[in-house]
Structure formats: structure tokens, C-alpha cells
């Protein structure tokens, strides 16, 4: 998993480790050692499959756009929720048969044996993959009555919701089961988790012993077998889709993500496991600073620590060696490194898990490295010794916090009631410290992040909102993030200024107080407080989904003329008479237009980066609205420009970019460097949209002069230093790209200067910024970099020469074009994160494309 290495020095540890509070345990003490030589610290993870051209079949965009959400709540359902499940077909090609492991077609006729062992487990499905896969919940508990489990689920709601009450109610105290988690195989070449929730579910659905009946007398067990069976499948990390699932709690743009969501919202674990792979000696969270700052992190900290040394004890007393097979020491990062493993972002499941409650909640990384080289290429007698033991690590440590969770149960629900009671009264985070956390060692100023809540946050209604489909786009998606969202039912004013009636509020004094800051807040420039990042330090949906987010520092609430919302209020509205005007702000505005444009409506683009079609067309955009929930309203004047049409798009650009064009409903091919050679026909397409696996130079002569024959006639939009590189190589653009850091990342501040980027937010994402230099003559500088420093929040540092760094970029062009030729500096698309940069790259498609337009019949203005 981790392919390449960034050395970390050590982490500096206490002479003596402290002893443990009474509310962890003593006998969890842990003397402070630094990794065995030979291991190495845990290292980043590389970017390779963000380099290659994305593959992923249309049909699974499809299905992730349009997958629901399946809710898994417990009302009027006991346990155990018994149902026999179909097999799949049998595939010989699943990867997982290589090494000995359970082929997904395997798991569901196991788990209909696990069923059938007893009265401890059920089985649910969670949802599909974006390969149409199941994905399976597995529930391990004590039989429950259907009353019972609604009286859990009255506990559970209360704890959340009234935690004052609940932290003094006896029943939660006496009866409450402790929920735990555990999550494998995100990572679909990351096997072996899944095998070890299998075998310790068997276990646990048979076992007499007195420390099993307590424990599932006290808890609830829910395993996610496979979070990840389009990759367990074809051994690979992605799903179907190509995305890192790891990465997308934030945007959460793949079924198996919103899947997992769910799971966490629905169940509130306070115990959490996430099963990944690969690294020697095993690695256990608590991870090293920066840890995120909206966290209650002196609660999370005190449980996932000791925790940690539980599983430390059980996995290195399994008898491995480095001598004997290979394994070394366990490493926990927040003890054993400084930096380069963090728990910055919520992007990762452990870190998404601890702002709906979970108070010890890791990343386990098991040790023998069996995916990418090792996996082609080692014997298969060698391949599946590596997996057994990994298979006996994994299932070590998911039994130590069990055990955890049995013997420290009440303190578990307790912190749980008290991360949920600080964000509903709005309390101070406490600072991590000796005193604060007493018994975990090494704790330093380093360790201490936390931040001053606002008070609110407003998205505004009428004309100070700038786009209605953006802000309905975030207020539904924090809904689903079980954020609590009002709307004003009428004019409110609130920090010094005045609301419209429909205008939506944030209340901060809420219990998932953490997870609404750390989704809207601008976040934080912390480029000079650590020298690495393990992966994105910036992704402020207030700054990047395209709807005006104002935030309230103080004011008082109560009285306010609100009502809470379950959804967002739609906005689909057609002006009734005139010309209509289609806002480019949002991804669904982009497909509204595009699916315009494929049924022949004649459209252009305005000035101010809106698009105009003519009222004949009325009754399309009727059907368009309501189908994308848009709004087209009356167009002042039609503009001069040229019709549109739809441009077909051969694309060679990342999994996130590929599920962003297909989001906005462009028609795309997609291609690479092997797709040339192998001979594509570029008859039909009308632009190429280049970021990733696509260098002129290395194409073979035929494929390089069928390439050059294209972009003469037709558009080019590059992004990145890939993009930039075959503008420079074909000359469409005389430009000098200069590069930022490789990891460079983060929300920045940019002024829109032309029509690519009319009518944008002005701020926008980078990961690897370019910027542009020597702009030669016919070289529109759409976008620049503010002055100043434009890094916002993020991580970006100066290179080694001191040059790249954001100072350096400031004021120059992020965005730059020529005829038909479009190149970025930025990443509009990243991770299919940044949704109201999605239109800047909309409407360069549709620009540079426009020298090839179709024919077809076309509504005429009226």
C-alpha cells in the first residue's frame, strides 16, 4: 500500500511512561521504544493511480449517481434479522482465490452458514457497489426482542440528542449496548480483514465462554465485510468507479462511501476499526500531528490510545519475528513518529467516524506487503503464507478491542454522551495534555489543535445567495451528513445583518458540531507547522460548492423564525415568458444544458458565464428543470455568441475528473497513451481533455501524427503539469507552466478575469498547482492567483530552492487560454471534490470544442 517512502524521524517519546488514569486501565501501561530497525516508519502513499488515465466504465458512474441510500435503522426490528441470501455466480478470475482468501462469490453462502450456527447473527444489506455488488452488514449480538431494540434505539437518540439527560440516566448506564465497528477491505487489494471478520464472527456466534456472553450481552458488533467488492474482486485499491473510498468521506460521491456513512450515522459507534494494508511492523492508530481541529480530541485520544496498546499486546504476542517470518514490532505513529501519518482531514473513515461519536476509532495496517508487485509476482505458497499471518493480525487486534470495549464500556458510552453534550452547549474543546489525558505519553504543544466554533452558519436566501442549486446541492448534503440544518419561515436578522425568509442556518450548538465546522469552515493555513502531509489538508465546502456560506461569530439564536429542514427545498422553477437563462454555477446545471444540447435546443453561451436558450424551448427546459432541479430564468438579452452543441470529449484524465464529466452529462471517451497506440479513431470527437497517461513523446509515430493531425482542427483543455506539457509539446499556447509541490494542496483565493471563468467562485482548489509565466501574444489570462498569499487553508510549502511556494504564485495566471485551448493551473474536478469550480471546466469544453460543432436540427429563437 505504501509504494513510496518519506522518511519520518521519530516521534520524542517520555523517559517513563506515565501511568494510565482509573478510567483507562493500569494494566494498559506501554514502556515508550522507538520501531525496530529494519521497519521504518509509516510512510505517504503515492499518487500512481492519480497519474493514470481513468478507465471506469460509464455504467458505473451511472449507478453511484443514481444509487440510493439504504437506511439501517432499528426501529420495530429485533435481532437476529435472519435472511438467506442469493450466491453470486462463481468467478474464477476473483483476485482473492490467488491467495487463498474467501472470492467475494464466496461470502454470501458463509454468511448464510454464519446464520444458521445460531441466534447471534444477522445479516443486512448496506447497499450496492458501484460495480452492483452487495454490500453486506453483518450484525453480531445477543437475541433482542423488537421491543428491546427499540428501546436501544430510544438510548441511542438520546444520546445524542438530550446527552445531559442521558449522561445521568441509569437505564443507558445499565442496558445501553456499546456499539463497535468494524470496517474491511476499503481497499480492495487490501484483503485479508475480510477473512478475519469472517473467522472471528464465526467464533463470536459460537462461543460459551463467560467473556463472549458479556460482551454481546453489552454490545452490538457490526462488520462491513467487504466495503469494497469491485476491488476485492479485480485487486485493486479503487472501485468501479476508480475511486480511492478512503478519500471520499468529504464529498462522498460513491455508493459504498455514502454506504459506510450510514452505517456510522445510524449506529453510532463508539468503537472503530478500519482493517488496511500494508505496512511492517503493523500499524495502529493514534496517528501523529496535525490531528484535526474540530475534534473533541482529548476524549478521542485517551480511548484510541490505549486501545492501541491492547491491540499492540495481542498482535506482538501472536509470536512473530523479523528473523522468524518477516513481521516486525507494532508501530503506533502518535508514540513512535513526529510526523507524515495524520489525522488531519475527515477524509479517512476513523477520522469521518469520530464526529458521529466513535471515541477510539483506527486505521490498522496489517504487515506483509501481498498487493501490486508482490501480488504478480511472488509464488503462490509464499503469497498465502504472508496472508495467514496477516489474516491472524487482523483478527488479533479486532479481538483486543472487543475486549477493550468489554472492560471499558461505561467509559465509552460516557464520552460518547460527552463529545454529543460539548457540541450541543456550544462548550470549549479541552487541550490535549498531560493532565488533560493523563497516561498517554509524549503528549506536546504539538499535539494541541483546536479551534473557536463560530456561533453559526447562514447560506442566504434571494440575491444574496449566488447560486439556489448550489445551496440546495450542500444543505442536502449536510443533511445527509446528519448535520441539523433550520430555514427561516421569515425574515431574520442575525449578526448585524438581515436575512431573507428561506435562508438556511447552521446552529454550531449542535451535537455534531465538529463535523458541520470541519465540512463549511474555511480550515487552516498549517503549511509552517509540519513538513509533511499524509494527504489533503484543504477542502472547505464553503469555499468550494459554489453556494455563498456566511458565517455568524456570536449572536443569540433563540426566537428566531426557523424550522428545521429534513431536506432541502427544491429549486426548479422556468420563467414564464422570454428567453430563458440556465446559471452555470453547479454540476447539474452543466447536465441540464447538455442534456439540452442533445435534444437539438439551440443555446449560447452569455457574457457572464450563464447559458441562453429561447423561450420556444420552454416546455424542454420544464422537463430539464424538474429532472436536475435547476432554475431557468428570463434572459435579458440574447447573446452574440456562437450556438453550442455537445461536444464529445475523449478524456485521458483521473478517476475523479472522468466521474465529474460524466456527472455534468458530457459524452466521454475515455483515452490514453496505450488507447492511441492501439490506433483510436478520432472521427466524432470534437475536444481532448488531457491531465494524466498521455505524453506525446512516448506515443508511437502513428499515434503522435494522428494526435497532431486532431488538436490542428480541433480543442484542447490540459490541466496539470500532463496537460500543460502537451500544449507546450503541440505549441497551442505560448506559456512557461511553473510548478508548485508535488503534494502541494489546499483552497486558494483566485480573481476571475475571463469567460471561462465568468461568473465563478472566487476561490478555488489546487493539488500540484501550475501557474503560468511569458504569456506570449493572443494568451487570455482567465483566472490568477490572488496577491499576497492566496493559500486559504491547506498545505504548501516553498521547494527545497525556496522557490513554488504560494508567495511565488501569487498574482500569476492559474488559467490561461488561446483558440480553442483551455489550460489549468488548478484542479477543478479533484476527487470530484470541488463543485463549484465544475462549471470553470464546462464551459472551457464547450469553448474549445466549438470549432467542431454538429449538425442537427436546433430550436430558433422566440
Given at each position: 500500500m505504501r509504494p513510496t517512502a518519506r522518511a519520518v524521524p521519530p516521534r520524542p517519546l517520555l523517559i517513563a511512561a506515565l501511568a494510565l488514569a482509573a478510567t483507562v486501565t493500569p494494566a494498559l501501561t506501554s514502556p515508550a521504544r522507538t520501531v525496530a530497525a529494519g521497519s521504518g516508519p509509516a510512510v505517504r502513499e503515492g499518487t500512481a493511480e492519480e497519474r493514470r488515465a481513468a478507465t471506469a466504465p460509464a455504467d458505473a458512474a451511472r449507478a453511484a449517481l443514481a444509487a440510493p441510500v439504504t437506511g439501517l435503522s432499528d426501529a420495530g426490528r429485533g435481532y437476529p434479522r435472519r435472511q438467506i441470501l442469493t450466491p453470486d455466480p462463481e468467478n474464477p478470475a476473483d483476485s482473492s482465490i490467488r491467495l487463498g482468501l474467501t472470492p467475494y462469490h464466496a461470502i454470501a453462502p458463509e454468511l448464510n452458514a454464519l446464520q444458521r450456527l445460531g441466534d447471534r447473527v444477522s445479516v443486512e444489506i448496506a447497499g450496492r457497489s458501484a460495480g452492483g455488488h452487495r454490500l453486506y452488514l453483518v450484525t453480531v449480538t445477543a437475541p433482542e426482542t423488537a421491543g428491546e431494540s427499540r428501546a436501544q434505539e430510544r438510548m441511542r437518540g438520546l444520546i445524542e440528542n438530550t446527552p445531559v439527560a442521558a449522561a445521568r440516566d441509569a437505564g443507558i448506564r445499565r442496558d445501553y449496548k456499546t456499539p463497535v465497528f468494524f470496517n474491511a477491505n476499503i481497499h480492495g487489494n487490501e484483503w485479508e480483514g475480510t477473512?478475519?471478520?469472517?473467522?472471528?464472527?464465526?467464533?463470536?456466534?459460537?462461543?460459551?465462554?463467560?467473556?463472549?456472553?458479556?460482551?454481546?450481552?453489552?454490545s452490538r458488533l457490526y462488520f462491513d465485510v467487504t466495503a469494497n467488492p469491485d476491488g476485492r474482486i479485480a485487486g485493486t485499491r479503487a472501485n468501479a468507479n476508480g475511486f480511492d473510498l478512503n478519500r471520499d468521506f468529504v464529498t462522498a460521491s460513491q455508493p459504498e462511501t455514502r454506504a459506510m456513512r450510514q452505517i456510522e450515522i445510524d449506529k453510532q459507534p463508539?468503537?472503530?476499526?478500519?482493517?488496511?494494508?500494508?505496512?511492517?511492523?503493523?500499524?495502529?492508530?493514534?496517528?501523529?500531528?496535525?490531528?484535526?481541529?474540530?475534534?473533541?480530541?482529548?476524549?478521542?485520544?485517551?480511548?484510541?490510545?490505549?486501545?492501541?496498546?491492547?491491540?499492540?499486546a495481542a498482535v506482538d504476542g501472536l509470536g512473530h519475528t523479523p528473523a522468524g517470518d518477516g513481521v516486525q514490532p507494532v508501530q503506533i505513529p502518535f508514540r513512535d513518529q513526529r510526523e507524515g501519518w495524520d489525522d488531519w482531514p475527515p477524509v479517512f473513515t476513523p477520522q469521518y467516524a469520530a464526529f458521529h461519536g466513535a471515541v477510539a476509532a483506527h486505521t490498522v495496517e496489517i504487515p506483509l506487503t501481498v498487493d501490486n508487485e508482490a501480488y504478480d509476482t511472488l509464488p503462490v505458497t509464499e503469497l498465502r503464507r504472508r496472508c495467514a499471518i496477516n489474516v491472524d493480525v487482523a483478527e488479533a487486534a479486532m479481538r483486543a478491542s472487543l475486549e477493550y470495549a468489554r472492560t471499558h464500556r461505561s467509559s465509552l458510552v460516557a464520552d460518547q454522551i460527552e463529545v454529543f453534550r460539548r457540541g450541543s452547549a456550544g462548550a470549549a474543546q479541552v487541550p490535549v495534555s498531560s493532565k488533560t489525558v493523563p497516561g498517554v505519553p509524549g503528549i506536546g504543544p504539538e499535539d494541541v489543535w483546536t479551534t473557536t466554533f463560530p456561533r453559526a452558519?447562514?447560506?442566504?436566501?434571494?440575491?444574496?445567495?449566488?447560486?439556489?442549486?448550489?445551496?440546495?446541492?450542500?444543505?442536502?448534503h449536510l443533511l445527509a451528513n446528519d448535520v441539523r440544518v433550520t430555514r427561516a419561515t421569515?425574515?431574520?436578522?442575525?449578526?448585524?445583518?438581515?436575512?431573507?425568509?428561506?435562508?438556511?442556518?447552521?446552529?454550531?450548538?449542535?451535537?455534531?458540531?465538529g463535523l458541520a465546522n470541519a465540512l463549511l469552515a474555511d480550515g487552516r493555513d498549517i503549511s509552517d507547522k509540519v513538513s509533511a502531509m499524509y494527504d489533503i489538508s484543504g477542502w472547505s465546502l464553503g469555499r468550494l460548492w459554489g453556494a455563498t456560506v456566511e458565517t455568524v461569530r456570536a449572536g443569540e439564536l433563540s426566537g428566531l423564525p426557523t424550522t428545521a429542514v429534513q431536506a432541502a427545498a427544491g429549486v426548479a422553477r422556468v420563467a414564464p415568458r422570454g428567453d430563458l437563462r440556465l446559471r452555470l454555477d453547479d454540476p447539474r446545471e452543466v447536465a441540464a444544458l447538455n442534456e439540452l444540447l442533445g435534444q437539438g435546443v439551440r443555446v449560447r453561451l452569455s457574457a457572464d458565464g450563464g447559458a441562453v436558450l429561447p423561450g420556444s424551448a420552454r416546455a424542454r427546459a420544464e422537463a430539464v428543470a424538474r429532472t436536475h432541479d435547476v432554475a431557468l430564468d428570463t434572459a435579458t438579452r440574447a447573446p452574440a455568441t456562437p450556438a453550442l452543441h455537445r461536444p464529445r470529449v475523449a478524456a485521458a484524465v483521473t478517476s475523479g475528473e472522468l466521474f465529474a464529466l460524466r456527472e455534468m452529462g458530457f459524452d466521454v471517451v475515455p483515452v490514453s497513451a496505450g488507447v492511441l497506440d492501439a490506433g483510436f479513431d478520432w472521427s466524432g470527437v470534437d475536444v481532448l481533455f488531457v491531465s494524466a497517461g498521455l505524453d506525446r513523446d512516448e506515443l508511437t509515430p502513428a499515434a503522435r501524427d494522428a494526435l497532431d493531425a486532431f488538436l490542428a482542427r480541433h480543442g484542447l483543455v490540459g490541466r496539470g503539469a500532463v496537460g500543460a506539457a502537451l500544449g507546450s509539446a503541440e505549441g497551442l499556447l505560448a506559456v512557461k507552466p511553473v510548478a508548485g509541490g508535488a503534494d502541494a494542496n489546499g483552497v486558494v483565493r483566485v480573481v476571475n478575469s475571463g469567460p471561462v471563468t465568468a461568473g465563478a467562485p472566487d476561490h478555488g482548489f489546487v493539488y500540484a498547482p501550475l501557474w503560468f509565466t511569458d504569456l506570449g501574444p493572443g494568451v487570455r489570462i482567465e483566472q490568477s492567483y490572488a496577491t499576497g498569499n492566496p493559500l486559504v487553508s491547506g498545505h504548501w510549502r516553498p521547494l527545497g530552492d525556496g522557490s513554488g511556494g504560494p508567495r511565488a504564485a501569487a498574482g500569476r495566471a492559474s488559467v490561461v487560454s488561446g483558440p480553442h485551448v483551455v489550460l489549468f493551473g488548478t484542479d477543478p474536478l479533484f476527487r470530484d471534490h470541488p463543485k463549484g469550480e465544475f462549471a470553470q471546466l464546462g464551459r472551457a469544453l464547450f469553448t474549445a470544442g466549438a470549432g467542431a460543432a454538429s449538425s442537427g436540427s436546433v430550436e430558433e429563437s422566440g
Open positions: 477473512d478475519a471478520a469472517l473467522r472471528l464472527i464465526r467464533r463470536l456466534a459460537t462461543a460459551k465462554d463467560a467473556e463472549t456472553e458479556d460482551l454481546l450481552a453489552h463508539a468503537v472503530m476499526l478500519d482493517l488496511h494494508g500494508y505496512v511492517n511492523g503493523t500499524l495502529i492508530e493514534p496517528a501523529t500531528p496535525p490531528h484535526g481541529e474540530n475534534y473533541e480530541y482529548d476524549l478521542f485520544l485517551k480511548h484510541t490510545y490505549a486501545d492501541a496498546l491492547g491491540m499492540e452558519y447562514v447560506i442566504p436566501a434571494g440575491a444574496a445567495q449566488r447560486s439556489s442549486t448550489a445551496a440546495a446541492r450542500l444543505v442536502g421569515a425574515a431574520l436578522r442575525l449578526g448585524g445583518r438581515t436575512y431573507a425568509k428561506g435562508s438556511y442556518l447552521v446552529d454550531l450548538h449542535q451535537p455534531k458540531r
